[in-house]
């Protein structure tokens, strides 16, 4: 095992900015999970994405994103899924896997899992870039847009180090740097064919997402991805693995509030981790007022499934830490054309709180596949 400076040393070129000077905490290990076979967990999991995206793409599912209060990206829908997505998975006492959330719109640090993966595993490992650079064509002009305020940009400059390395033309920016000429986008007097985006829905301004609309660009992650990783999408899927999902409504308001220690409720269209009650975890009585608050405003409700916690060896803190934390499990697809063409490496995820979201603290891990 590699001490805490050998690690973040060998890692550096992961970071093409801070050279790891921003120090994620990551566990030490490769994790083998009881009751999880990778290959069969990441091929049950192609399948219903597979079915989710079948599904949607025969819907009107403008009326999911108008329940969501999203209309603003309407003119944006073009009926074509391609990008990424990642499953967030949790296990049930008894190491059933539950799918509790999908995230198709950015899912962090994409690249980055191969160069953490290869240090842990000591061997050089490829496989997120291999798929991604697919979603990719040789003969467009690429440009990676992120939010101007974001903190952390090593993981966009690492796809933009990387796609140029492997012979695409290639911007990187905010949408500030764009400009807008009949139906062209340029960046620094070049078309744009296409743009990575590297952004959240909600971090959109409006403006430019009137811009947006109606020129002649491809998007990955396209807006489409948005509905796909809708919470309230996950009723479409009939399956063992997606627990009892519904929206929230004054029909079952009643329900949710009496059976209080069986459920979460969460927005729809939520993002890092915003706006997620657990019942079990909440007071009876301000329970019954964030139900009432909530219902009928594109929350959804959701049986509980209890995040499990696991003995971790972590990189945190100038040394390597034994912690017990929760986690989840989360493996990576990648989608292009409403076609599955492949899967990335298995992320974990862990927390010192049972919401499990890296933004607001924890950690990652990978499972060994």
């Not at 095992?1 to 120090?23: N, S």
């Not at 073009?78 to 719109?105: A, L, Q, W, Y």
Request: hydrophobic share 40%.
């Amino acid at each position: 095992m590699l001490t805490y400076e050998e690690f973040w040393q060998q890692l550096k070129d992961a970071y093409p900015l801070t050279k790891g000077k921003i120090r994620l905490p990551i566990s030490s290990q490769l994790t083998v999970l009881e009751g999880i076979e990778p290959k069969k967990l990441i091929g049950d999991l192609k399948i219903i994405l597979e079915k989710l995206i079948k599904k949607l793409s025969c819907l009107d599912y403008r009326s999911l994103i108008t329940a969501n209060n999203e209309e603003r990206i309407l003119p944006l829908l073009v009926k074509d899924f391609t990008g990424i997505v990642r499953f967030d998975c949790v296990m049930t006492p008894d190491n059933k896997v539950k799918i509790v959330e999908i995230n198709s719109e950015y899912p962090d640090g994409l690249l980055m899992h191969d160069y953490t993966y290869s240090t842990l595993l000591g061997k050089k490992i490829t496989k997120n870039l291999d798929v991604f650079l697919k979603l990719f064509d040789k003969n467009e002009t690429i440009f990676i847009m992120f939010q101007k305020e974001a903190v952390f940009k090593d993981a966009y400059y690492l796809e933009y180090k990387l796609l140029q390395k492997a012979g695409f033309r290639c911007f990187i920016g905010n949408p500030e740097d764009l400009s807008f000429k009949g139906e062209f986008i340029y960046c620094k007097g070049h078309k744009i064919e296409c743009i990575r985006r590297c952004m959240e829905t909600p971090k959109f301004h409006q403006g430019f997402l009137d811009r947006l609309a109606g020129k002649k660009i491809r998007l990955v992650n396209t807006f489409d991805m948005r509905v796909l990783g809708y919470k309230s999408s996950l009723q479409f899927i009939k399956s063992t693995y997606v627990p009892r999902t519904f929206w929230l409504t004054s029909a079952n308001c009643n329900e949710v509030i009496d059976n209080k220690n069986r459920f979460v409720i969460k927005p729809s269209n939520m993002y890092e981790g915003k706006g997620v009650f657990l019942g079990c975890d909440t007071d009876k009585t301000d329970w019954e007022r964030t139900v009432v608050s909530c219902v009928n405003k594109n929350y959804i409700v959701q049986d509980l499934i209890p995040a499990k916690e696991i003995n971790v060896k972590i990189y945190r803190d100038q040394t390597i830490s034994n912690e017990r934390l929760f986690f989840d499990v989360c493996p990576h697809f990648f989608v292009k054309n409403g076609r599955v063409i492949g899967n990335g490496l298995v992320l974990m995820r862990f927390s010192r709180k049972k919401i499990l979201n890296v933004a607001q603290g924890g950690g990652i891990g990978y499972l060994k596949y």
